[in-house]
Structure formats: structure tokens, C-alpha cells
């Protein structure tokens, strides 16, 4: 989309959070009211209840996430997990990355602007934070260029103490995630010198948070973060950005009163009044055409079209659309890239659900004891296993264990019933004695019932011996 040419303000060549020197330029957004800021709030909400409730609500008798890495014990909402299914992991991954494909293709930067926990933690903690002690824009530029005062160091000090706060709570949530709620209440109760890594990973991420949160903040989508920068192959014409209308808008100028018997000279309906670019987080001007800073947050559609409503104007000059929409050409939806993209995410998310679907609630492995594989004496050939149980079940479960075989054996298992808690394993072992007149090798069954699930383990296993010993 061509650039229009623009009165003043940020330039599309160069970051707007820092000065032509390279030093940095603080960014006060201002506040903005509409219909997009109350939805995504709504979402921020949703989002940040959601984070919090995942250590604390229990399914299944565990958290819903308990992601216990030390102990290689992994709990979601009611399924539970071990080192040996991490290969489900890649399922997950390929499905969030085609997802991500899918969706910036589609909809464009809504995970920016609607979802990522730094526009989620920014939006709706932080920067409330920032209007309370500092108050709106104005205030916020004004305070900002004159000299220190007791009452300005006073509300920085209270400010920055909310925002460690802030931080301490996050931070600690997250480690819930993996120590439990409960294990997380215990640690903070017994202090720091109990638990010291737990400890000095809590105020790592702490200290991340506050430099991110207090100082950092835009930088890290438009410095750090490669998804801005890797959108434009992700895009293409029909994705849904948001976007200024040239056609509409230009020539932008100010609302003059013409002398009488002049006539007005043409305009637009932009009237430049830069509110767009006051309330844009990365303080871009989205005039200039679509950027790498865009976060597709809509604030700037909510600030244009409550000047458009003032006006008695159209909505619309700033809206979500496509870039061939924005032109005046219709904007296709089902496309080639889409197509690609969506079966893509397609294949990944049905490996990970038939993965999820088709697993068994338990481990059951059959190993044959180091050494020799039988051992015949007295007129009998034996060999010996070891029956190797996993309790996948998110609760206690008793295992019932009995062997199937074609011919006459005398069979020892010295536990046929083995009681397991959750992720508990335990090796049974396994002897099978045949008579050295029967012909080795053959196949015999082992099978594991589990009782709280119902599920059934058939594993077959290879008896081996001489191919015929005589008495």
C-alpha cells in the first residue's frame, strides 16, 4: 500500500521508540476508548484467570498442569505423562507452528495484539499501573520533562514497588507450574535457604519481568522478536491487517473554515489530528503504511473512529481489512497458502489427538534377564524375565499380571497383583519352566489388566531353548 504523505509525526525508516542517535524514546500511549479495547480486555481477563487457575484447579486428583521436570512427572488436565511420551511433544509443536502459519495468513498479528503474554501482561496489568500513579498522556509527558521532585521520586517508588509486585506474583505463578500450588505455598513458608533453586529461579523471572514490564516493554516485539520481521512471508495481500484508507483519507488536512466565496479546498477524511499515533503501543503512524511495528492491536481503530463518530463521518478511514481491500479489490479468503497451511496444521493436530487418543494408561515391558537366555538342568529348560510397570494413571492402580502359554509350564510370578500410585514403576520378576522334550522355540502371552481403567496389555514373548533336549 503507497504511502501517504504525512504533516509530521514517526517516520516508516525508523524505529519510533528511538531517537535518530539511537538513544531511547520513551512511549506514553494514550488512553482510548471503543469497541476493540473492551473486547480485548474481556480476552486479557479470560487469559490471565486462566493462567492463574491452571496450578490451582484439580482434574483427576492433580493440578491441571503439574509440570514436575525433577522428578519427570508430568500432569495435564487429568492425563498424566512421562519422560517415555515426550515424543508426543513434537506433535504439539508442529501443530502451534502450522497454526501459526494458518492463522497470521488468515487473520494476520491477532496473536500479537489479542493474545501474547506481553501485550496480555502489559495491557492489563502494567500499564493500569503506570495511569494510577502517573495519570494520562498528558500528565505522563509533562512529568516526564520536568525535574525530580519528593512527590514525583515518592509515586516512582510506589509505582516501581507495584510493578515488583506485579512480577512476584507472575513469576510465582509460573513456577506453580511446576512445583504445585501446594509444593509452591510450602517453599515460600519455609524460605528461601530450603528450596534455593526454586528461589533463585522465581527472582530471575522476576527480575526478567521487571526490566521487560518497567522499561523494555515495546522493544521486545520490535527488536527482539523475529515474528514481526518474518510476518511479510507469512502474509500476502488477502491476510486481514489493520490499515489506513489512502483512497478515503487523503489529502488529510485540518478542519478550516474557508472565507466566504472561497472555496474549501479538497480534503479527506483525515483530519490529522495524530490520535491514532498517540494511542499506538510501538507509537507508529499507521498512515504510513503496513509495518513490521503494527502489533494489530486496533487501538488506533478505536481512537479514528471515535473522532470519524465526533464528525458525523463514516467509521472505517482506520479498520481491520486486507490490503486488497484497502485498495477497493475484493478480498479472497479461500487461497492457495491457506490451503497448504491449513492441512498442514491439519496433519499435526490428528497425530497429536490419535497419539493422545491411542495411548495407554500404563507401561508394561518385558525384558529377558542379562546372561544366558535359558538355562536347562535336571530335564527342564527355564527362562527368566523381568516385567517392567508403569502407572500412567493419575491415580493408585492395582495391576493383575498372568501368562499365557501353548504348552504345558510351570509358571512363577512372584507378585501376580502389584498396587502402583500415580507414575509409580515396579519390576516383576518372571519365570517360565518347560520340560526339555518340549520343542523351543515358541511364543507364550503375557497379560497385564489394569484395574482402573479397564485396559488390557497383551506382549508376546519368545521362549527360547535347544530345539529338542532328550530326558
Known sequence: MPAAPQRNGP?????????????????????????????????????????LALPLVEVGGHPAVHLDVAARRFYLFGGTYNAQDFWRVLFLVTSVGFGLLFFTAWLGRVWCGWACPQTVFLEALYRPIERFFDGPRERRLKVAREHWTPARVVRAVLKHGAYVAVSLLISHAALSLFVSAGGLVAMVAEGPVVSPVAFTWAMAVTGALYFNFAWFREQLCVVVCPYGRLQSAMQDRDSLIVGYDVRRGEPRGRLLKSAPGTPAPPRGD???????????????????????????????????????????????????????????????????????????????????????????????????????????????????????????????????????????????????????????????????????????????????????????????????????VED
Open 270 to 468: 483525515c483530519v490529522d489530528c495524530f490520535k491514532c499515533v498517540a494511542v499506538c503501543p510501538t507509537g507508529i503512524d499507521i498512515r504510513n503504511g503496513l509495518q513490521m511495528d503494527c502489533l494489530a492491536c486496533a487501538q488506533c481503530v478505536d481512537a479514528c473512529d471515535g473522532v470519524m463518530d465526533k464528525l458525523g463521518r463514516p467509521r472505517g478511514l482506520i479498520r481491520y481489512d486486507s490490503l486488497n481491500g484497502l485498495d477497493g479489490r475484493p478480498r479472497r479468503v479461500l487461497r492457495p497458502r491457506l490451503f497448504i497451511y491449513g492441512a498442514l496444521m491439519l496433519v499435526a493436530v490428528v497425530g497429536l489427538v490419535v497419539s493422545l487418543v491411542g495411548r495407554v494408561p500404563f507401561e508394561a515391558n518385558l525384558l529377558r534377564f542379562q546372561g544366558m537366555p535359558y538355562v536347562a538342568e535336571q530335564g527342564t529348560v527355564r527362562n527368566q524375565f523381568e516385567l517392567h510397570l508403569v502407572n500412567k494413571n493419575p491415580s493408585e492402580t492395582v495391576f493383575t499380571i498372568r501368562v499365557d502359554s501353548p504348552v504345558p509350564a510351570t509358571l512363577v510370578v512372584p507378585q501376580a497383583q502389584v498396587k502402583l500410585g500415580s507414575l509409580e514403576s515396579f519390576r516383576v520378576p518372571l519365570f517360565i519352566t518347560v520340560n526339555s522334550g518340549v520343542k523351543a522355540p515358541f511364543e507364550f502371552t503375557v497379560e497385564v489388566a489394569d484395574a482402573a481403567s479397564g485396559e488390557v496389555k497383551r506382549i508376546q514373548a519368545r521362549f527360547l531353548g535347544p530345539a529338542r
Open 11 to 51: 517516520r516508516i525508516d525508523q524505529l519510533s521508540s528511538i531517537h535518530a542517535d539511537g538513544s531511547r524514546l520513551a512511549l506514553h500511549p494514550a488512553d482510548v476508548r471503543g469497541r476493540f479495547i473492551t473486547k480485548r480486555r474481556l480476552g486479557f481477563a479470560v487469559l490471565i484467570a486462566i493462567y
